[in-house]
């Protein structure tokens, strides 16, 4: 046993020779196939040429027009969000617009673009792009799908129309300035289906959130489709190639199945009957506007849901089924509302 521990003593503490020479290195290994160059998914937006296209597109659209944006609206507080540059920077970054805007300017690329979250294929590094919490009531969402929420954080109603959430209507409703009404640009509302004066009459509402346009297209898919003659891109006006490929139809124009002439009638009736009521004036050249004063409730639900649509600006073609149902049950109201004044 004593030779056996000594033994292992004196192996353990042994200590290894020096290192011999190295021996000849080995025979290359076969080279990796190179990567993809990291610029090149940034040059597929960022190139030269691609940029120069898209600001040329842009500079045929609404958007790019200063006066749209600065004139009256683009410095006020309550306005500037959706009326300047900097106010939607603002309130796409911070929540809100923190003042008045001192220098206000129109649109640009980087009014709708920031920075990119993913790097991946369709990362448009668009500011916003979450549903919607609508300004008419911001207990609900408002969803036109992925990019298109975008749009509707502007394109939405600043208010709720007059019997909205009331159990019971009131009698009167005031209106108190020439300027009232949803907004110039409630299209959100309209696709989606919501905030306008559903009157009761002959034609059912359909359900929210069910336009075709909403489920089957997109405000992005009609508005920003492949730029060709004039048309969609960063123009951002409707592609009539995309309406006829969707529709499977050769139209030129917007009109599919005659919904635009339809509703051009019957906004015009509803407006007439709003006219003889003394909610409205104006005429062709000067435009539109309501009265200030004091109405039944249900003929200024109707003037709302009359310069809402007219506003929207495509005929119906946002939700026909919504929009219709809206403007025939208005159309009943007020015909009922007018007899009501020739019995008496």
């Not at 990567?35 to 045929?60: I, R």
């Not at 969402?141 to 939405?156: I, R």
């Not at 060709?228 to 499977?248: M, R």
């Not at 073609?317 to 007899?339: D, F, G, Q, T, W």
Request: charged share 15%; net charge negative.
């Amino acid at each position: 046993m004593l030779g056996f521990i000594l033994a292992f003593m004196f192996s353990s503490c042994t200590k290894e020779g020096p290192m011999g020479p190295g021996g000849a290195d080995g025979a290359d290994g076969t080279d990796g196939t190179d990567g993809v160059d990291g610029q090149v998914t940034c040059l597929v937006c960022h190139s030269g040429t691609n940029m120069e296209a898209k600001q040329g597109q842009f500079w045929m659209s609404e958007h790019a027009v200063g006066a749209i944006a600065v004139d009256y609206a683009g410095g006020r507080q309550s306005c500037a969000q959706c009326h300047s540059h900097e106010g939607f920077v603002q309130f796409a970054t911070l929540g809100e617009v923190l003042g008045d805007i001192s220098n206000p300017s129109a649109w640009e690329c980087n009014t709708c673009h920031g920075l990119h979250e993913t790097f991946e294929g369709q990362d448009y590094a668009l500011r916003l792009h979450a549903p919607v919490n609508p300004v008419f009531d911001n207990t609900l969402t408002m969803d036109l799908g992925g990019n298109s929420n975008l749009c509707a954080n502007c394109h939405q109603s600043r208010r709720a129309e007059p019997g909205y959430g009331l159990e019971e209507l009131p009698e009167t409703f005031k209106i108190t300035s020439t300027h009232y009404g949803p907004h110039h640009g409630a299209q959100g509302n309209v696709v989606a289906g919501m905030g306008f004066a559903e009157i009761p009459g002959s034609v059912a509402y359909p359900e929210q959130g069910s336009s075709k346009h909403l489920n089957q297209a997109s405000c992005v898919g009609c508005h920003m489709a492949e730029f060709t003659n004039e048309e969609g891109g960063h123009s951002f006006i409707p592609s009539l190639a995309a309406c006829n490929e969707c529709h499977d139809a050769d139209l030129d124009d917007y009109n599919y199945g005659g919904v635009q002439t339809e509703v051009h009638e019957m906004l015009v009736e509803l407006r007439d009957q709003l006219i003889a009521l003394g909610v409205v004036e104006g005429n062709d050249e000067d435009g539109y506007h309501p009265h200030v004063g004091t109405f039944p409730t249900v003929q200024v639900q109707a003037f709302f849901n009359w310069v809402g649509l007219e506003e929207d600006r495509s005929l119906g073609v946002h939700n026909p089924k919504y929009v219709k149902a809206l403007l025939r049950n208005s159309i009943e109201a007020m015909e009922a509302e007018l007899n009501a004044l020739a019995a008496n």
